[in-house]
């Protein structure tokens, strides 16, 4: 298998201009700060922009964008499998804004449907461990509870080997990190249009 083609922050900003940005993380991660320009398609809706996608990749590069990288790659894995080529930002977001560069946040107000939320990572943070404590906790009441706790420590180790993560997949599911179908249709107009 070929290695994702990448770019570093600053060889990302000085071809901005000329690159389609497209930034795979949900809805509420994009609205709490995006690169300049960047249209949001979360990576489990990619398989329905492959059209406007295909045609973005004839028009010019596409640049595939996430927090820290692990997402993006597995996005351009999945578009080159369809025939497009894509490179992905080395470290992502988090590269982008510990270079100095500012990122877009969309405008407050009535207009901004969109509410920030916590990154993927956070979110998964969170949830592994309150689950961990929970089982802890409930091990009071009967010890077979601990294999709740055993049961997401092993998934963090599985995560942490396949550089894969389920409860990421299914917290993305969840209706705050689900864009609103008006909100993908109109995305995926703008690319329409380049």
């Given at each position: 298998m070929n290695a994702?083609?990448?770019?570093?922050?600053?060889?990302?900003?000085?071809?901005l201009g000329e690159l389609t940005v497209?930034?795979?993380?949900?809805?509420?991660?994009y609205a709490s700060g995006h690169l300049p320009g960047a249209l949001n398609i979360p990576l489990d809706q990619?398989?329905?922009?492959?059209?406007?996608?295909?045609?973005?990749?004839?028009?010019g590069e596409i640049l595939v964008v996430c927090a820290s990288g692990t997402r993006s790659e597995s996005a351009c894995a999945l578009l080159a499998d369809k025939g497009i080529t894509t490179a992905t930002l080395i470290g992502g977001t988090s590269a982008w804004t510990a270079g100095g560069h500012d990122l877009d946040r969309p405008a407050a107000g009535p207009a901004c449907a969109t509410r920030s939320t916590w990154a993927m990572e956070r979110q998964v943070r969170f949830t592994a461990g309150t689950i961990v404590l929970l089982g802890?906790?409930?091990?009071?009441l009967h010890p077979l509870w601990l294999l709740l706790s055993a049961g997401i420590a092993g998934g963090l180790v599985f995560s942490a080997l396949t550089n894969t993560?389920?409860?990421?997949?299914m917290l993305a599911k969840l209706p705050h990190n689900r864009p609103k179908a008006a909100d993908l249709g109109a995305t995926l107009e703008r690319l329409r249009r380049g």
């Open positions: 994702t083609p990448a770019l570093d922050v600053n060889q990302a900003r000085t071809r497209i930034d795979v993380r949900t809805p509420g991660e990619l398989r329905k922009a492959l059209p406007e996608l295909t045609e973005a990749g004839h028009r802890i906790l409930l091990s009071l993560c389920g409860m990421a997949l």
